[in-house]
């Protein structure tokens, strides 16, 4: 099981931009294009979920078209509390969206989320799951991504920088939505009961990496 409390003793890259990071929608790039940038191209199907000691992972495939290159959908998982910090609020919670292209290159698609309505399309992932450590059984489920994506009226955040566990890769693509998904309350608690302590990483430093922002004009 991966040790949050002791983030100092990870493994440590050398490249400066790690994930996640402090995103202030004031210091961003906002960005104008005639191309769409972020295009789901088919549902997503989950076909099974592991347990791996502080995290749920759900496999299954679909595709997506970031700037006009072509990503798989690999993997979901999530954090409590958010790992990114977006105008200085911390949400209660974080969807990642793990993809990778032909050629290796990974992209994270990133969704805060907050109490509030049951996002009934992702209620089937806010379950205990009665799984322990190392378990995985067959999980059913298709989510219609562009749906979702279609209702983030504020865009997304598209930065470069890492995965949030070690190894930490580095070169690792984000889109980070700038408006939080809703759940019930019950639905967040069942879905962190099995896990007793924070599953988050602390934020790291800028280093003046360009971040940008594409609205739904142009999504």
């Known amino acids: 099981?991966?040790?949050?409390?002791?983030?100092?003793?990870?493994?440590?890259?050398?490249?400066?931009?790690?994930?996640?990071?402090?995103?202030?929608?004031?210091?961003?790039?906002?960005?104008?294009?005639?191309?769409?940038?972020?295009?789901?191209?088919?549902?997503?199907?989950?076909?099974?979920?592991?347990?791996?000691?502080?995290?749920?992972?759900?496999?299954?495939?679909?595709?997506?078209?970031?700037l006009g290159r072509l990503f798989e959908f690999k993997q979901l998982h999530f954090h409590f509390p958010a790992e990114h910090c977006l105008n200085d609020r911390i949400f209660p919670c974080e969807w990642h969206f793990v993809h990778q292209d032909m050629i290796g290159h990974l992209a994270v698609v990133a969704f805060g989320v907050v109490p509030g309505e049951n996002t009934l399309a992702l209620a089937p992932l806010y379950h205990s799951f009665a799984l322990t450590e190392g378990q995985k059984k067959s999980f059913s489920l298709e989510i219609?991504?562009?749906k979702i994506v279609a209702e983030q009226i504020s865009g997304f955040y598209n930065y470069l920088g890492s995965l949030t566990t070690p190894p930490l890769t580095r070169g690792v693509e984000w889109w980070v939505a700038a408006e939080p998904l809703t759940a019930a309350q019950g639905q967040l608690a069942e879905l962190a009961r099995p896990f007793s302590t924070p599953n988050a990483r602390a934020c790291q430093p800028v280093m003046q990496r360009p971040i940008r922002l594409y609205t739904t004009e142009n999504l």
Do not use: C
């Open 144 to 146: 219609d991504l562009k």
């Open 1 to 66: 099981m991966l040790d949050y409390q002791q983030q100092e003793k990870w493994p440590v890259q050398l490249d400066p931009w790690q994930s996640p990071i402090k995103i202030n929608s004031a210091a961003v790039q906002r960005v104008e294009t005639t191309t769409q940038p972020f295009k789901v191209i088919t549902p997503y199907h989950f076909e099974s979920v592991e347990h791996h000691g502080n995290n749920l992972q759900f496999n299954g495939s679909g595709k997506v078209q970031l």
